[in-house]
């Protein structure tokens, strides 16, 4: 009966869990599609910049968010001890980290904008727009990254609520102010791609000073102060770059591998760089609850492994959660497909931009299918038990010598239609399924990590 009571609390956490992040992540890529959509009814050329510039949001949130998984493996265990001064030391390490590669990305994008554009496309008129985006952009990639640390920071310890309501709030000011600087409404000027990049960092602003108010003030269960931010040890870093490591190398070669594959579509017919703005978009709305899951599965398995969960429980949690992920792949790709035209229809697109985008998107919805199996299984049960330097092995194979290689061939030797290519872009997704089935059931990804 004990266990039957420990079992219904541990997936009630889950479900919890993860449809809120699922909410707050559905808000989040919200703001995306209003850019996108506003933007599109603007102009397409102006959408394509918007898309070229996603790239390199997307390394950013990539590295961002390896390296808050990275403290979350290692805070989660130390979670299910009720230990909360590791939790501190492995924050700071992890806030550091992400704020220095933000602060890169901002040098560069300062430094050389032009050249940073040409990587990702070589036609000229969107350069034009994407550089002006990037002109104003590139003062949120810090706000960015210590919001989404600091968010992590209180996902470790299932304080979940707070990024919804982050999410919420953002979202509406995003909206608010889209509509005005865009198109010149509400008494402001019309500012066009340029207005669109404002109203994302002004949300992105507030959106950070809303969750530093929490954790420094209204949180009750870490009890942060800022000093704690500069207290770690030689220890925790230690800690930190043996097990969380792999999980921030892995998502920033992950974010590079996303920012070629943009530049392997930004090379093709300037239809497809739209259709893959849009199709991305959808298909990043209809992922939600796969990462929200995956997010979810590493905090909770971390925190049974803490509190010296036998490991008998342990697998039967894993068995029960690869279940789990299959019916939320089901469901995600249904909807993926069933909201397609709905959204489509939002946009103001070329009949070639509509074509390539149901093209992209009938080939996600296979592909989503896949993502929301391996995702959680690799980055959320292996992960958080502690066997992170796999997930970095398991990736590199699959994008550096399987999948960017074939799809390089595909579009420059071959010749093969976009959608070809696209889908030789996808096939990882579904690839590593194999081999996430049988890590898990291996077992021999459960470890302790915590002192």
């Known amino acids: 009966m004990k266990r039957d009571f420990k079992d219904g609390a541990f997936y009630k956490a889950f479900f919890v869990m993860t449809f809120t992040m699922a909410l707050q992540n559905l808000i989040v890529f919200g703001v995306n599609l209003a850019d996108s959509v506003m933007m599109g009814a603007y102009s397409e050329t102006a959408l394509s910049g918007v898309?070229?510039?996603?790239?390199?949001?997307?390394?950013?949130?990539?590295?961002?968010?390896g390296t808050a998984s990275g403290m979350t493996v290692i805070a989660s265990q130390y979670w299910g001890k009720n230990e909360i001064k590791p939790i501190h030391r492995v924050s700071a390490v992890a806030m550091w980290v992400a704020i220095i590669f933000a602060a890169g990305i901002t040098i560069v994008s300062t430094a050389a904008p032009e050249w940073l554009i040409r990587l990702f496309t070589d036609k000229q008129a969107v350069i034009e727009q994407a550089v002006e985006y990037l002109d104003v952009i590139k003062y949120?990639?810090?706000?960015?990254?210590?919001?989404?640390?600091?968010?992590?920071?209180?996902?470790?310890?299932e304080t979940v609520k707070i990024g919804f309501y982050v999410s919420l709030s953002s979202f509406a000011i995003n909206i608010l102010l889209n509509y005005a600087l865009i198109y010149g409404r509400l008494g402001m000027p019309e500012m066009g791609i340029r207005g669109a990049a404002v109203a994302t960092l002004v949300s992105r602003v507030i959106e950070l000073v809303v969750v530093v108010i929490y954790l420094l003030f209204i949180d009750k269960k870490l009890r942060f102060r800022i000093r704690d931010l500069f207290i770690t040890d030689a220890e925790m870093i230690k800690d930190y770059f043996k097990t969380g490591a792999p999980l921030m190398f892995s998502s920033v070669s992950w974010g590079i591998a996303m920012s070629i594959q943009g530049a392997i579509i930004g090379r093709l017919v300037e239809s497809a760089i739209a259709a893959n703005s849009i199709a991305t978009t959808i298909f990043q709305i209809a992922t939600v609850i796969c990462y929200a899951s995956s997010n979810a599965a590493c905090v909770l398995i971390g925190k049974t492994i803490g509190e010296d969960g036998s490991i008998e429980l342990i697998k039967q949690r894993s068995r029960k959660l690869q279940l789990i992920f299959v019916c939320i792949g089901v469901c995600s790709s249904a909807i993926?497909?069933?909201?397609?035209?709905?959204?489509?229809?939002?946009?103001?697109?070329?009949p070639e931009t509509v074509m390539y985008t149901n093209q992209f998107i009938w080939v996600l919805s296979v592909s989503i299918i896949g993502t929301a199996y391996e995702a959680p299984s690799l980055c959320g049960i292996v992960s958080g038990g502690g066997a992170t330097s796999f997930v970095l092995k398991n990736d590199f194979i699959f994008m550096w010598l399987i999948v960017l290689p074939v799809s390089a061939l595909s579009a420059f030797v071959f010749k093969w239609p976009v959608v070809v290519t696209f889908a030789c872009l996808k096939a990882d997704q579904v690839l590593k399924c194999v081999v996430a089935f049988f890590k898990v059931r291996s077992y021999n990804w459960i470890k302790k990590i915590t002192r």
Do not use: E, H, P, W
């Open 51 to 65: 898309g070229i510039c996603n790239n390199i949001q997307y390394f950013l949130m990539m590295a961002a968010t």
């Open 140 to 157: 949120s990639y810090i706000v960015y990254a210590v919001s989404t640390i600091i968010l992590s920071i209180l996902r470790s310890v």
């Open 336 to 350: 993926l497909l069933l909201c397609k035209t709905l959204i489509i229809d939002f946009y103001d697109a070329s």
